[in-house]
């Protein structure tokens, strides 16, 4: 594989694999792109959350650093609801 860019070889992305991770790594393998789902149960409104907060973010109703710690807090809790 090569750098498109500039024909170098690419960076190897190659970890360690962590169990319960099945899903991330399969999307990763995959190609993850924009429209990448969440993994899990609550995937859907989980990318509903974190769209809502981009796009706050990207028209200034927010500031990037309290948009996302604001998205990481209502994502943890939505997760930790199962």
Same mark, same amino acid.
């Given at each position: 594989?090569?750098?498109?860019?500039?024909?170098?070889?690419?960076?190897?992305?190659?970890? #360690?694999?962590?169990? @319960?991770?099945?899903?991330? &790594? =399969?999307?990763?393998? #995959?190609?993850?792109? *924009? #429209? =990448?789902?969440?993994?899990? *149960?609550? @995937?859907?409104?989980?990318? *509903?959350?974190?769209? @809502? &907060?981009?796009?706050?973010?990207?028209?200034?109703?927010?500031?990037v650093?309290?948009?996302?710690?604001?998205?990481? =807090? #209502?994502?943890?809790?939505?997760?930790?609801?199962?």
């Amino acid at each position: 594989m090569t750098d498109v860019e500039n024909g170098a070889p690419a960076p190897s992305q190659e970890h #360690e694999r962590l169990p @319960g991770q099945e899903a991330a &790594y =399969t999307q990763f393998d #995959e190609g993850l792109t *924009r #429209e =990448t789902a969440w993994p899990g *149960r609550r @995937g859907a409104e989980a990318s *509903r959350v974190w769209d @809502g &907060y981009v796009q706050r973010i990207w028209s200034n109703d927010v500031g990037v650093e309290d948009g996302l710690k604001q998205a990481k =807090t #209502e994502l943890q809790t939505l997760f930790s609801q199962g």
